[in-house]
């Protein structure tokens, strides 16, 4: 029997019930591996239920540091007899079994190619307890001290991670503490050996954290000063409004009043949602909402009104499978589109893309300054994949010095000063105008808010040379945001010259594509890439496509949405793209990409020797 | 409409009030609605009853929906910010607005189209959260600006000027206030300005979600016979339960209880709001009795405006998100952001 054999690089999948309360012995896995100071990622695969469907949890291990998912599995943990089959049949070759083995299992279900590592885990709990929900619990922690010893993870370090879990109710670390040791004695005694994986320790981790996506988002918009959040619940951005939540209750609370310096609005919808956002931000708060695919659907009219009245407006989306109700307890990048163009007429709007919980944090938190800037919304383009898994990234950091840009607001002084005040007046030459906050000023600078056409002085206007001018305004403002937004990150293969083809890509694709990269260029095949941040596109996403015939496009999505935008708005020639689409749900894997891109590679060079 | 601005000469002998601001102080552009139109009295009693309440018109914030209804507060408060949204979401807008600045007053005017069909839900949502606001519906029946469709408080039965009949029962915005928790709700008619001002007044002076609908007919599609919102109409069924007056604060405030007669009740602005009962059998303080009574006298085809219910001691959405006195819109970095001594903590606790 061939036995897959590693130190620190393999991937460890748990099917599991949802509802049986695996997610946190499952964490506690990860990041004991973590506290061993080797790298992992995890990945949540959960369905749309609370109770009874499947659930699936991945950890990737690598030593050196791939954070995205690798594809295939090594250590399979069959914890659910709906999903055996196909759990089963998607080990890899040489990889291992680890069952409960209480109850016999045909032989016709196994395979032959793969190490079976048996294990009565019902047993053992039944003996031990007799409660139920004990029973379904501790056979959690009794798998998981099990897989240390399989994998030879230091129980010191489990121990500890259950302490820090259970502080406040010391009770409860007794008796997990027991079940732990349970799991790990039976191991030694009965499964020694059996397993070629092994986890080292390392020094790989450094001072990374371990942080999932929405709540570094809520985070972020802390920092960024939001004061109001208005929401409706939605898989998979409910947890940004929570962790907004919990954050501010932290960090917002007035230690002499006990009273909040925030608010938060569970909405009745998501257009109440973004209609409280507008209504706050017009009134001089910084406010935001959390979304995902349906949500941006039902805001798109206020979304207009935003970009038409020019009324700043934070929109995290967390995307999720779509059309319609799609997928939504699955990942996809597949709101580019309908997030750039939102609602009727003639918009743009500003779409910010972080790679991970960090790059999240930081642009939830420059968001505010971007639309309170260009007086527009602003969308977080994030994801299932960065929002609801535990990512590791370097610490988040905040520079002191910093300061809010609120904006061009005008105030009481400069009216009473006599400025002149046209709240669509073109005074700076960056077409953004000046606006000025209800309550400001007894009898200078007040204004009519309206979705209608207005002159640049706020008065109702249905001349089209008055129209247009406001239109080509707003166009010259989106020129203006591209200079204002992150630039994209460019990387070069060769100290000396370019490569012949180039790959862009953007967002929770980043940890993949670095992988693949370097398996690519181990291959002999280099490629330098472009990592898009933000829409409109900089100057230099143009100038970087320009220079290379041909550019893969990863992008997880059906439609090639990138594709269509960089098409649309840089005027390149479709034809130059080549597009890697993803689009299954499951969060794009280094395989997937390293075969796409060396299948057309391939397929080129034998196209070119014909 | 006219399309004649007024002068701007200014009378020396024209009333101010304590502000030294003047009746004109509190009007805005020139009306673009049709002459006769129910709305503009409505916004005239707004503008006085400011005046009367020595408001400060940049203290005001009028949000407004879609509609014929939704373009006043342009007519009205011309030194105020305003906001016409989008149809049938000034609900949402304006609490927004309101938890962004509690100082402000917010000043929410929306019609029947804009928040009993479209807007229904905003309109529900946003009483029920408790939102300090005086909020107006002008509620005609009908769809104006498109030219005479019923709304959804069109009574069952009443006629379209083309013709038309409405089988549909009609939605009671007042009832539906009242029992979503709306903590002053008032009814009056556009005709009635002696009954409106001094309503909208209280309305004003009211720290909690108030809401007033008015009747106010359309002069053009919904003014004749067989309408149950024209002028004829709601003259011979409007029955009034009391009649309002609010006085200026003064030292000592008396309450008096005798039904039928008078009682003063002390408002939080520190005025007093004296309620003269026209109904004996009535009682604004009284939830319950008050949504019996509607239904009762609605059975009768009988229309009851006046004050319909005060909650003498309400509680606003801010009370209940529990949020610094301070606006806020007001608040600076310093005492937003954690710096990078809080992400210290965060970063520590995540490895």
């Not at chain 1, 379904?136 to 121990?159: R, T």
């Not at chain 1, 942080?211 to 809520?218: E, L, Q, R």
């Not at chain 1, 640049?456 to 403002?477: C, H, I, T, W």
């Not at chain 2, 005239?44 to 949000?63: D, T, Y």
Request: hydrophobic letters at 40%; one cysteine or more.
């Amino acid at each position: 029997m061939p036995q897959v054999k590693s130190v620190n690089d393999f991937v460890v999948k748990f099917a599991n019930v949802n509802g049986s309360g695996s997610a946190s012995a499952n964490e506690m896995f990860a990041r004991s591996i973590l506290r061993m100071g080797v790298p992992v990622t995890s990945r949540n695969i959960f369905p749309s239920n609370i109770q009874g469907l499947p659930t699936w949890y991945e950890v990737r291990v690598s030593g050196h540091g791939w954070l995205g998912r690798r594809g295939g599995v090594d250590l399979m943990v069959a914890m659910n007899p709906q999903t055996w089959d196909k759990d089963v049949a998607s080990i890899d070759a040489g990889g291992y079994l680890f069952y409960d083995s209480s109850r016999p299992v045909p032989p016709s279900k196994f395979r032959d190619d793969i190490n079976i590592v048996r294990m009565p885990l019902t047993e053992i709990c039944n003996a031990r307890y007799s409660d139920p929900r004990q029973r379904q619990l501790f056979k959690n922690i009794i798998y998981i001290g099990a897989l240390a010893q399989l994998l030879g993870i230091e129980l010191g370090v489990l121990e500890k991670l259950i302490g820090e879990q259970y502080k406040g109710k010391d009770a409860l670390i007794a008796p997990n503490h027991q079940a732990l040791h349970m799991g790990h004695g039976y191991a030694h005694d009965n499964l020694s050996n059996l397993c070629g994986l092994r986890i080292e320790r390392a020094n790989e981790v450094g001072t990374r954290i371990f942080v999932s996506g929405n709540d570094a988002a809520g985070l972020g918009c802390v920092y960024g000063g939001a004061t109001v959040a208005a929401w409706y619940p939605i898989t998979p951005s409910t947890s940004v409004a929570e962790a907004f939540g919990k954050h501010c209750r932290k960090y917002r609370v007035d230690a002499d009043t006990a009273k909040n310096k925030f608010a938060i609005v569970q909405s009745e919808d998501e257009i109440s949602a973004i209609g409280t956002v507008i209504g706050a931000c017009w009134n001089g708060a910084r406010a935001f909402t959390a979304t995902s695919g349906p949500g941006i659907s039902l805001m798109q009219e206020f979304l207009g009104l935003a970009y038409f009245a020019e009324i700043p407006a934070v929109i995290i989306d967390v995307q999720r499978g779509g059309p319609s109700t799609g997928m939504p307890t699955r990942t996809q990048q597949a709101d580019l589109l309908i997030c750039a163009y939102a609602s009727h007429g003639d918009t743009k709007h500003v779409l910010l893309l972080p790679e991970d919980p960090r790059e999240l944090f930081e642009f939830c938190a420059q968001s505010f300054d971007l639309a309170e800037r260009l007086q527009t919304p602003v969308f977080v383009l994030e994801d299932l994949d960065i929002g609801m898994n535990d990512w590791l990234c370097e610490p988040f950091q905040w520079d002191d010095s910093r300061t809010y840009d609120r904006g061009k607001v005008m105030t009481a002084e400069e009216l009473e000063a006599g400025k002149t005040f046209g709240r669509y007046l073109d005074v700076d030459g960056d077409a953004i105008p000046y606006r000025t906050l209800p309550g400001t000023h007894p009898t200078k600078g007040a204004y009519f808010t309206r979705g209608s056409s207005r002159d640049r002085f706020a008065k109702y206007s249905e001349e089209g040379p008055v129209y247009q001018d406001n239109m080509q305004r707003l166009l010259r403002k989106f020129d203006t945001a591209r200079s204002l937004v992150p630039a994209p990150v460019i990387t070069h293969a060769r100290a000396d010259g370019k490569t012949r083809h180039a790959a862009i890509y953007f967002g929770s694709t980043a940890p993949a594509m670095r992988e693949a990269l370097a398996a690519l260029k181990a291959d002999g095949v280099e490629l330098d890439t472009m990592r898009l941040r933000a829409f409109p596109f900089p100057e230099s996403v143009t100038d970087f496509i320009n220079a290379y015939d041909q550019i893969f496009l990863v992008e997880q999505n059906r439609d090639a949405q990138m594709r269509s935008l960089l098409v649309n708005e840089c005027g390149i020639d479709p034809a130059r793209f080549v597009s890697v689409l993803h689009f299954d749900g499951t969060p794009i894997t280094a395989r997937f990409i390293i075969a796409a891109i060396a299948e057309r590679l391939s397929l080129s060079s034998q196209e070119a020797a014909e | 409409m006219t399309y004649i601005a007024k002068p701007k000469l200014r009378h020396p002998g024209i009333p101010v009030n304590r502000l030294g601001f003047t009746h004109r102080d509190y009007e805005g552009s020139i009306s673009t609605l049709c002459a006769g139109c129910g709305h503009d009295s409505i916004s005239f009693a707004l503008i006085q009853a400011c005046f009367e309440l020595n408001i400060e018109p940049h203290r005001v914030a009028k949000l407004s929906g879609i509609g014929c209804s939704s373009k006043t507060p342009d007519y009205l408060l011309g030194q105020s910010h305003g906001f016409n949204s989008v149809h049938g979401r000034m609900p949402s807008v304006l609490t927004g607005a309101n938890l962004a600045n509690r100082e402000l007053m917010y000043l929410g005017i929306s019609g029947d189209g804009d928040s009993a069909s479209i807007g229904l839900g905003q309109f529900i949502h946003c009483v029920r959260r408790g939102v300090n606001m005086v909020y107006i519906t002008e509620n005609n029946g009908v769809y104006g600006l498109t030219k005479g469709q019923f709304s959804a408080t069109a009574d069952r039965g009443s006629k379209s000027k083309a013709g038309g009949f409405n089988a549909d029962s009609p939605l009671d915005l007042v009832s539906m206030a009242l029992m979503v928790g709306a903590t002053f709700v008032g009814r009056s008619f556009s005709g009635d300005k002696a009954q409106m001002v001094p309503l909208i007044m209280a309305a004003m002076s009211h720290p909690g979600p108030a809401f007033i609908d008015i009747v106010s007919p359309c002069v053009a599609f919904n003014n004749h016979a067989g309408s149950t919102k024209a002028y004829d109409f709601v003259r011979a069924h409007n029955e009034a339960v009391n009649r309002l007056d609010i006085m200026e604060p003064r030292e000592a405030i008396k309450v008096e209880y005798a039904p039928g007669t008078t009682e003063e009740v002390a408002l939080h602005d520190g005025s007093t709001l004296k309620l003269a009962k026209l109904a004996a059998d009535y009682d604004p303080f009284d939830k319950v009795g008050a949504l019996n009574y509607l239904q009762a006298r609605a059975a009768e085809g009988e229309l009851v405006t006046g004050l319909i219910y005060m909650d003498s001691a309400p509680k606003d959405m801010h009370a209940n998100l529990n949020t610094v006195a301070a606006p806020l819109n007001r608040l600076s970095k310093a005492e937003l952001c954690p710096g990078s001594k809080g992400l210290d903590a965060f970063n520590a606790s995540h490895r």
